[in-house]
Every structure is written in structure tokens, then in C-alpha cells.
């Protein structure tokens, strides 16, 4: 990789004179784009081989940009405990909602949910999981980069007739490339409110649609027909691995009350984490430290290590 004093080198402007600032700021990104290459390679050459099943599953993501699978297909080690701990924590969420109706994306509009931090200090067995080696390795085969362990939530998505928040069509903007990999904690059949989306051959850009970054069902219905959609039911230990970034995406509005974990994974070098950044105050760090501390002999066992590290 390239040091960080080479590009401080190049990317200080103040020392330029006008006419070599521009020419700076192109520097600046094919000197990031080749960092980001070099990065790329450093990580691939230490990761495990996938087995016939896992290289299977990167496949799909990469052609549909969707990969369904169960807990017990997975065989993750600690799927039992993930479980348990989330059938503790589903208890705790209400089924009132606390709705900001001047902010679209408030997740009190639809959903309670338990964050990262209170996750990690009060359920940890989930927070761990998130860390276990065969999902890190997975992901990183198909990030193709050092990963990042952005978060984990714990969702109770509330039958409230409503499409709003994450039940309006969108794509994510993390990263240029990033995973989701959700969990569902109860039955959710086509009526629970599943993960619906449009696959990645079809899934339109942006500039083709003139409405903006969002869409409710009768404007995706304008742009790809009805039949095209491609929705998630499953029972509870259902797992979903989507690139959120990669195709439109949304929970179909939900006519009882479903529970999912989201946990949530970019580059180390993510585009946007603003939705993110409670994690990294003082007192949330600590508490999703502490389940690190507790369970280095855990982690020690997982080998998260090299660029299957989270940062």
C-alpha cells in the first residue's frame, strides 16, 4: 500500500501554486483508485478458499446481487446462541412507535429496534457473530476488499399499513460495494413484510429515473413491471446476503409485525457513514469494545485476523 506520508506529499495543495491545484485534485483520485487496487490485492492474497458451496453463494450475489440461504445451511458456529439471545432481546421492543414525520428516514416511523452499542454490551452472543470467520470470509470474497463491521441492529417492523422509511424503494450508499446480511427472527411469509428487490440485471440507475433517490410502489411499477420483483420470504434462521448498494431494494410493507437482525458490512474505507457515527462516541465505543476484551479467546478461535479484521 501506499504510505500516508507519500500522499500527504501530494495531496497537500497549500504548497502549490493555482494552475497545479486542479491537477492535484485528479492526482488525488487515481492516487486514491490505485491505493484502493493495491489494498485489493494485499487482501486477497491472504484470504481463505472458499469451498464449493461458499464460491457457489458469491456467484449468485455477484449475478443477482441477492444470495438466500438459512442459519443451518450456513452452519455457522454459534447460530444457536445468535438465536437465543435474539429471542431474549426481541421482548424488549414495543410495538408503539415514536414517528418523526419530518425526517423520512427516522426508523420510528415503522420499526423499533436495539442499535450496535446496546447490542454489543447487552446481548453479545449477536454482536459476536457478526465477527465469526466463514461470514467474514464470505463477505470479504465478494467486498473484494479489507472489510469494515459497520453495525448490527435488531428490528421490529411494525404493521402499521405505511410505506415509508426503508419500505420505499432505494439503494444503499455506504460504499460502491457492500453487503447486508439479514436474519429473520420470525416466519415471514409474503404477507410479513419480506425483503423485496429488483436484480442486479435489471435494477435501473439513477439517471433513469427522474423522481430522485426513492420510490414508492406505483412509480417502481412505471419503471420495471410488478412480475419483475423479486421478494424474500422464509421462515425464522432465514439468512439474506444483499448488496444493498448494487440493487433497488425494500421491506414490503408488512401486514403483522416481523423481527430481523440487519448487520451491515463495507470496505474500510466506506463512502458515507453518517447513520453510523453514534457507534464511534466515547461511551458507545466502549460498550462495543467490551464484548472484544471479554471474548479475545472467542475471537482468537474465529482468526479474525489480516484483512478479515473489522476496524
Not at 500500500?1 to 501530494?10: A, P, T, Y
Not at 424474500?232 to 432465514?238: F, I, K, Q, V, Y
Amino acid at each position: 500500500m501506499l504510505s500516508n506520508k507519500f500522499k500527504e506529499s501530494i495531496f497537500n495543495q497549500v504548497s502549490y501554486p493555482h494552475h497545479l491545484r486542479r491537477f492535484s485534485n485528479y492526482s488525488k483520485r487515481y492516487i486514491d483508485r490505485l491505493d484502493y487496487k493495491l489494498q485489493k490485492i494485499a487482501c486477497l492474497s491472504s484470504l481463505p478458499t472458499l469451498s464449493e458451496v461458499d464460491r457457489q453463494a458469491i456467484d449468485v450475489l455477484k449475478e443477482d446481487g441477492v444470495y438466500v440461504t438459512s442459519l443451518g445451511k450456513l452452519n455457522i458456529d454459534n447460530s444457536d446462541r445468535l438465536l437465543e439471545s435474539a429471542r431474549q432481546a426481541m421482548v424488549s421492543l414495543p410495538s408503539t412507535l415514536s414517528p418523526d414525520l419530518t425526517n423520512e428516514w427516522h426508523i420510528g416511523n415503522h420499526a423499533n429496534q436495539i442499535g450496535s452499542a446496546a447490542i454489543a454490551a447487552d446481548h453479545p452472543d449477536i454482536y459476536l457473530w457478526g465477527l465469526q470467520r466463514k461470514l467474514l470470509t464470505l463477505i470479504t470474497h465478494y467486498i473484494y476488499q479489507p472489510i469494515t463491521y459497520l453495525s448490527v441492529n435488531l428490528r421490529r417492523d411494525i404493521a402499521n399499513g405505511r410505506q415509508l422509511g426503508t419500505r420505499v424503494w432505494h439503494r444503499d450508499g455506504e460504499d460502491h460495494r457492500m453487503l447486508k446480511v439479514i436474519i429473520y427472527l420470525n416466519d415471514t411469509d409474503k404477507d410479513g413484510g419480506p425483503f423485496e428487490y429488483i436484480p442486479r440485471a435489471i435494477t435501473p440507475g439513477h439517471e433513469a429515473l427522474s423522481s430522485g433517490a426513492t420510490l414508492v410502489d406505483a412509480e417502481m411499477a412505471k419503471v420495471i413491471p410488478k412480475h419483475r420483483w423479486k421478494a424474500s420470504p422464509g421462515l425464522a434462521g432465514t439468512v439474506i446476503f444483499a448488496d444493498t448498494a448494487a440493487v433497488w431494494h425494500h421491506g414490503k410493507i408488512p401486514q403483522r409485525d416481523r423481527y430481523s437482525l440487519f448487520f451491515t458490512y463495507t470496505s474500510r474505507r466506506p463512502r458515507w457513514i453518517e447513520p453510523y457515527l453514534g457507534n464511534f462516541k466515547p461511551e458507545n465505543a466502549q460498550r462495543l469494545l467490551a464484548p472484544l476484551i471479554f471474548g479475545a479467546k472467542a475471537l482468537r478461535n474465529v482468526g479474525v485476523l489480516g484483512c478479515l479484521s473489522p476496524r
